[in-house]
C-alpha cells in the first residue's frame, strides 16, 4: 500500500540529489558544456525523471542558482547574528559582508564558478526575467540586507552615504563578489598560491573600505 507521505519525502530527497549533482557537474565542467542526459546518469536517474522534476534546462539551472544563494545568505545570516551584528555599525557592517565574499572565495569557490557560468549562460539562452523569478527572490535578500545597512550609515554617520543607496551598493558588493568570481574562474590571474589571491582580495577590501568608511 502507497503511503504518500513518504512517498513526497523520497521526491523531496531524490530532487535535492538532483540539484547537488547537477550544480557539481556545472561548477566543474561549465553549464553549456554539459547536457541534461549527463546529469541524469551521473544522478543514476532516467532522463524522463530528470524532466518530471524541471521541464527544461534552464528552469534546473535557474533552481540551482536559487538554491545556492538561498543556503548562502542562511549562512551569513547565522554568522551575522553570532557576531552580534546588530550592534555592528554601519562600517563594521560593510567590513563584514565583503569579508563574507572572500570566504565564500576561499571556502566555497565552486559556487562563485557557477555564477559566472549562470550569468553567461541565461544571456545566451535568453532567459526572461519572469522565468528568472526564483532566483532574483533569492538574491534580493542580499539588497534588502545592503537597504539596512545603508540606512544605519545614515544614521550613524560611520560611512559614506552623499552617493545613492544603487550607486554604491555596486561599488561595493558587486565589484567584490565580480573579483572573486573572476578569481575563483582563474580568468584573472595564475599562481600556484591561493593566497596571493586572497591577499588581493583583501587590497580591494580595504581600498572599497577607505572609499567609504567615515574617518
Known sequence: MRNPERDELEMSERRERILETGFRIFAEKGIEAVAMQDVAATCGVGIATLYRYFSTKP???????????????????????????D?????????????????????????????QNFNGYVQHEQVTRAQLQDYLRAIESFSVKFHKLYEKGVRDGSIRT??????????????????CGRYAQGVLIRTDDPEDLTRELMILK???LNQYTVK
Open 162 to 179: 552623499d552617493e545613492p543607496e544603487q550607486t554604491m551598493f555596486h561599488t561595493t558588493m558587486h565589484i567584490m563578489l565580480a573579483a
Open 206 to 208: 580595504r581600498m572599497i
Open 59 to 85: 528552469a534546473f539551472v535557474i533552481a540551482i542558482g536559487a538554491k545556492k544563494w538561498e543556503e548562502y545568505f542562511r549562512e551569513i545570516e547565522a554568522e551575522y547574528e553570532r557576531r552580534g551584528g
Open 87 to 115: 550592534l555592528m555599525n554601519a562600517a563594521e557592517e560593510l567590513d563584514f559582508y565583503l569579508g563574507c565574499y572572500i570566504a565564500l572565495y576561499r571556502e566555497q569557490p565552486d559556487v562563485l564558478r557557477f555564477n
